[in-house]
């Protein structure tokens, strides 16, 4: 009995973490990151990112808030240029179970789990969605580091803007890389 105690908390907590955005990030382990302290948008790689001008508008201001939290600034002649990249897919999950508790039969009669008491099938569509960011050299024009994260993708003005915050904090939590 104790054991079905926990069984909603786990169910949470999968669910939990199915909503969360993942991040990663690569870098070039020859640069050396700390001379970098402006950064503009690399505009021509961000007009060919195939979503809404909204969508963009707040990836980018996103992107600001966090440079701007780093320390960054905007510049006209900046170290870094900043492009982003995005895909997305549909996902489909279909889930079959077989639950329930009743009479049975075994090792003598009894009340205890039967799985055959009730089933059945669980469809789930979603969007997942992939933003990556790529930090350019702008004198060398070579990439240095690229984060990427994957996760959910909602609908609605309040959700998307919480949503996009979320994917570009993640990102750039990873900026600058750790050298171990």
Do not use: H
Not at 58 to 71: C, F, H, P, S, T
Not at 102 to 131: A, F
């Amino acid at each position: 009995m104790k054991a079905l105690k926990f069984i909603p908390i786990l169910l949470l907590l999968l669910l939990a973490s199915c909503d969360s955005v993942s991040a990663y990030s690569d870098y070039d382990k020859t640069v050396d990151f700390t001379p970098y302290k402006t950064y503009a948008f690399f505009k021509p790689g961000i007009d060919k990112v195939e979503i809404s001008d909204l969508d963009k508008k707040r990836i980018l201001k996103a992107i600001d808030v966090q440079m701007e939290a780093k320390g960054f600034t905007k510049s006209e002649n900046p170290d870094l240029l900043i492009n982003i990249f995005t895909k997305s897919k549909e996902q489909v999950d279909v889930n079959q179970y077989y639950a329930g508790w009743g009479y049975g039969y075994g090792y003598g009669w009894g009340y205890g789990w039967n799985p055959y008491m009730y089933g059945g099938t669980s469809v789930s569509r979603y969007t997942e969605g992939t933003l990556f960011i790529d930090l350019i050299d702008a004198k060398k024009k070579e990439m240095i580091w690229q984060g990427q994260g994957i996760g959910t993708l909602y609908n609605g003005i309040d959700k998307k803007d919480a949503r996009i915050t979320e994917f570009v904090t993640k990102i750039l939590a990873q900026y600058p890389p750790v050298k171990k």
